[in-house]
């Protein structure tokens, strides 16, 4: 009788065990820094001139921190550009202080889908990752047409809104809504930057990320800088 017991107990203890073990696992929906690549689609001075879904400085700072959180978890990046030299101009300061124009992350394109381009196309799926992050300009027709052609060929594709802009909000919306009709999953550049650390036990980049939001966050830069000087945290 002990013997039975002492075992439905010990069966007990590692089914309670296995249950919080499990629940413990995050989801696969959830992204991590290396499941996943990033792709910053014509993010350059003509395209924003039009933009006015999100204020210029609004939509620079969440750029910023969509390119420093790939570049400080070091995530496979792509920057494409559309007709750089000859209409769109370079990209955001931003995305260059983390990406150079002398790196091989950029790749330069005639078609407004990047899913169309061939050194495009290349280049992303090159990175061998199932899921893909976009953010650029306009929403309606440079994220749209590689956000549905990638979803047709069976990648799990995500957008960051707040680092997209487009000629009006209804323009912008009705994208985003067209999208997530299809299956596109939304998100936001500081959800994206704190997706990747999760937890704020991972020391190698808790200082990176924080300073980059002292720098690009606004208000939450801010609140960091404060409890920094004053707090001595």
């Not at 002990?2 to 075992?7: D, L, R, Y």
């Not at 089914?15 to 929906?29: C, G, H, I, L």
């Not at 999100?54 to 990046?77: E, H, W």
């Not at 260059?96 to 091989?104: H, N």
Request: charged fraction near 20%.
């Amino acid at each position: 009788m002990k013997k039975s017991i002492k075992t439905i107990f010990n069966l007990l203890f590692v089914a309670f065990f296995t249950v919080n073990a499990q629940a413990q696992k995050p989801s696969p929906d959830l992204l991590d820094p290396t499941n996943h690549m990033l792709v910053l689609i014509d993010h350059e001075g003509q395209m924003s001139f039009a933009v006015k879904n999100i204020p210029g400085d609004q939509l620079r700072n969440n750029t910023a921190i969509v390119a420093g959180a790939s570049k400080i978890f070091n995530v496979p990046t792509v920057v494409t550009t559309v007709a750089e030299k000859s209409f769109s101009g370079p990209v955001f300061p931003e995305i260059m202080e983390f990406y150079p124009q002398s790196t091989s992350n950029y790749i330069d394109r005639t078609t407004m889908n990047s899913w169309e381009d061939v050194n495009a196309y290349k280049a992303i799926t090159g990175k061998n990752k199932r899921k893909i992050v976009l953010a650029g300009l306009w929403t309606s027709v440079c994220i749209v047409g590689p956000a549905l052609s990638a979803k047709s060929d069976g990648y799990d594709v995500y957008v960051i809104t707040d680092a997209c802009g487009d000629v009006s909000q209804e323009a912008h919306d009705m994208s985003i809504h067209r999208m997530m009709q299809a299956g596109v999953k939304m998100m936001t550049s500081v959800q994206y930057l704190l997706e990747l650390q999760r937890d704020w036990a991972r020391g190698a980049t808790y200082k990176p990320v924080n300073d980059l939001i002292v720098k690009y966050g606004g208000s939450y830069g801010v609140g960091i800088q404060y409890a920094r000087e004053m707090l001595n945290h």
